[in-house]
């Protein structure tokens, strides 16, 4: 436990400007859609930040038409040069309002103020920054013959880093000249409305970038709208399967970026101190909510005990409570939804006869909280060890050898990420070239930068996301 206790550091709120309602941004403005309403709350305290609009398929078609109309009579004769001019003002926009960003991110999802202000805005800012440099220059990107737009993209994205999904998914499409109709989750909607205040202000010509709000029925009709030519998908395996399925037999193009359940493997000879810190930012960053999170650590048995018992007293300095303390380690769950799902998976490990073990911390009594929580003595069959949790959960399973390390790490559906811990380059690389997963970090975990191709094997989709490899699903080449 710590000896001393920090004084409350809560960012303050008044840098956000809420509106206690939405609409949709379609061509350029906000209108008011045909579909009914829903609250969006913050899960840390319940309290409903705004009411916002779900979109109808009368509005979703709108939506498409007002992304064609831009795309045929503007974004697609634009040079090159003059779209990197519009993604380098949205990256400056998203520098310059940067605490909005960040504080309305942390409201409505719950994650800490320190992660949304140090990770999610800037990685954004940076990811439109890195597509501004590639639109002029698409001719020499290795991507084919004279690369061209697909036309209008639909891309849905879920909630775990909703600006910084948006960034991904927005910045390439208008860089290689395509024009965007994008539904943010529903339970994190407000970051890409603000985002749509951004393309005005950036001067953005009107319908370029749509903004539909809405759950899965609202996601459904645009992917399945006849007028998208691509669909980029980011989100759980189950609906990614749905979409695939039903835009199958169809000329349009996807990218499904879907869930992981990535092995972090600690072989003996590995900095212990440091793999530790690697193995609390691998599952207890953004609350586990992150696709590529060390859900599963794999530790070598020689030092297993040691690594267990190291992990255990970190966590005990973990602070977990307001997300908009500037302290905090550990936020909010992002929804009850989610919240009795990670529940429902705890019970069923510890049902399954593995060992729970949490660190002692008070939680919050409103909003939706999860302790950080590491199960131990999880054997390959326990659904903790196989099933995505979307949660501040971490199954302890250990290896004696290399071979059986990478064995349990590729005993999974998915294959999005893993980590590797060993002071042996060999190592590492005999390791890395045997795991089926899109990233191996090494001596290191969750390190994010546009410049890499980010996406999965397996169950956990295909297609690239960031990097040179981004670009290509946004394009075609040839005759
Ligand atoms: P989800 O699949 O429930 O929802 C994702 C989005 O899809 C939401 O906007 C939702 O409204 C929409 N949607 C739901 N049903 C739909 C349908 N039938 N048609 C079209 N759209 C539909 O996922 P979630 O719970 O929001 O997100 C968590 C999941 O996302 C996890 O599995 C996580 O691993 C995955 N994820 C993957 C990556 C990656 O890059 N691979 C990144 C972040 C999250």
């Known amino acids: 436990m710590p000896t001393f206790d920090y004084a409350p550091a809560p960012e303050s709120r008044s840098v956000v400007d809420l509106s206690p309602s939405y609409g949709l941004f379609i061509n350029g403005e906000f209108t008011e ?65 940067a605490r909005e960003f960040a504080v309305l991110e942390t409201l409505d999802n719950g994650k800490p103020i320190r992660e949304s202000r140090d990770v999610d805005v800037p990685l954004a800012a940076a990811h439109f920054f890195y597509h501004a440099g590639w639109a002029d220059k698409l001719d020499f990107a290795g991507l084919g013959t004279d690369p061209r737009p697909h036309g209008v993209v639909g891309q849905v994205i879920p909630w775990n880093f909703p600006l910084l999904m948006l960034a991904w998914k927005i910045a390439p499409a208008l860089a290689t000249g395509n024009t965007v109709v994008l539904k943010p989750a529903e339970t994190t909607p407000l970051s890409a409305l603000l985002f749509a205040e951004v393309c005005q202000q950036a001067d953005l010509p009107p319908g370029v970038v749509n903004i539909v709000t809405g759950a899965g029925p609202t996601g459904q009709a645009l992917v399945e709208h006849g007028d998208v030519d691509k669909v980029a998908f980011t989100g759980s395996t189950g609906v990614g399967k749905a979409i695939a399925r039903s835009i199958a037999g169809t000329r349009k193009k996807a990218t499904l970026e879907l869930g992981g359940k990535a092995a972090n493997i600690v072989y003996d000879d590995a900095p212990v101190d440091q793999a530790v810190e690697g193995i609390v930012n691998g599952i207890f960053f953004n609350q586990g909510h992150v696709c590529c999170a060390g859900s599963r650590l794999l530790v070598q048995e020689s030092i297993a005990e040691e690594v267990e018992a190291r992990l255990k007293r970190r966590l005990e300095t973990l602070r977990v409570g307001d997300p908009l303390d500037k302290n905090t380690d550990v936020g909010a769950i992002n929804s009850r939804e989610q919240l009795d799902r990670i529940t429902e998976l705890a019970a069923a490990g510890e049902a399954e006869g593995a060992e729970r073990w949490s660190p002692r911390c008070e939680l919050p009594s409103k909003g939706f909280w999860f302790a950080p929580t590491v199960f131990t003595g999880v054997s390959q069959t326990h659904r903790i060890a196989q099933e995505e949790i979307f949660g501040p959960v971490l199954s302890v399973l250990t290896f004696r050898t290399p071979a059986e390390a990478v064995a349990k790490a590729n005993n999974t559906p998915y294959g999005l990420s893993a980590g590797v811990w060993s002071e042996k380059g060999s190592l590492i690389l005999w390791t890395a070239d045997r795991l089926r997963a899109g990233v191996v970090w090494a001596n290191t975990f969750n390190k994010f930068d546009p410049t890499s191709p980010f996406g999965g094997y397996k169950e956990s989709g295909y297609g690239r996301e960031g990097g040179r490899h981004g670009l290509e699903a946004y394009v075609r080449t040839g005759a």
């Open 33 to 97: 859609g045909t579909g009914s309403t829903f609250k969006t709350v913050s899960p840390a305290t319940e309290e409903v930040l705004a009411e916002v609009t779900e979109a109808s398929a009368a509005d979703v078609d709108a939506a498409v038409a007002a992304a064609r109309a831009a795309y045929t009579r503007v974004w697609s004769r634009m040079s090159g040069t003059d779209r990197g001019k519009y993604l380098y003002r949205i990256a400056r926009i998203l520098q310059e309002r």
